[in-house]
């Protein structure tokens, strides 16, 4: 039996959690930016950074933005 999985509703949700600008952001820190340098370079302010850094957190239930990171380039989407 082949293991392709028809891509049901929970399927295609997969790594689809984050806002566009919460993508880019963790590319950045992937990247190895602080949020003083992400907000310098996405024109946001280190209050917003942070706040998006923070709603990433929740939305994963983790703890740090690095394990994160790792569970995205893990599934091959960072």
């Keep these: 039996m082949s293991k392709f999985r ?3 509703k929970e399927l295609l949700n997969i790594g689809n959690i ?11 820190i992937a990247l190895g930016h602080d949020s003083e ?3 310098k370079e996405l024109f946001l302010s280190l209050y917003t950074v942070n706040t998006h850094r923070g709603n990433i957190l ?4 983790k703890s740090h933005v690095s394990d994160v990171i790792y569970d995205l380039k893990e599934r ?3």
């Design 37 to 39: 340098q992400i907000g």
């Design 18 to 28: 984050f806002t566009r600008r919460e993508f880019e952001i963790l590319k950045l």
């Design 76 to 78: 091959g989407l960072l």
């Design 6 to 8: 028809y891509p049901d």
């Design 58 to 61: 929740k939305k994963t239930n």
